[in-house]
């Protein structure tokens, strides 16, 4: 099993930065990717941004240039700098890390953190 424990959500005005960090523990042998998605209400749930192993990063159009996705390798740590917020940018953040399982890539999901932007 794996534990994913999110945290830095909360209420933030346009324009304004927040910081989100998720921790992954348990049986972690071979993290292939971590990344943050989002779901708006009324919205399917979206990538935001992913990070892999070697350090790969891919992020959403509407995010580029505003927010940026890093890893603690050691500590099995993702997190999510994101400046420049705008209140579409509101949603619950979820991390999401994919682990290698002999031939399989399976996914686990954190709890979700919400982040709201006012206007």
């Known amino acids: 099993q794996v534990q994913l424990v999110e945290s830095g959500g909360g209420l933030v005005q346009a324009g304004g930065s927040l910081r989100l960090s998720c921790a992954a523990s348990?049986?972690?042998?071979?993290?292939?990717?971590m990344g943050w998605y989002r779901q708006a209400p009324g919205k399917q749930r979206e990538l935001v941004a992913r990070?892999?192993?070697?350090?790969?990063?891919n992020y959403a159009d509407s995010v580029k240039g505003r927010f940026t996705i890093s890893r603690d390798n050691a500590k099995n740590t993702v997190f999510l700098q994101m400046n420049s917020l705008k209140p579409e940018d509101t949603a619950v953040y979820y991390c999401?890390?994919?682990?290698?399982?002999?031939?399989?890539?399976?996914?686990?999901w954190g709890q979700g953190t919400q982040v709201t932007v006012s206007s």
């Open positions: 990070i892999t192993s070697a350090g790969s990063t």
């Open positions: 348990g049986s972690i042998r071979n993290i292939v990717a």
């Open positions: 999401n890390v994919v682990v290698q399982i002999i031939l399989d890539q399976r996914p686990y």
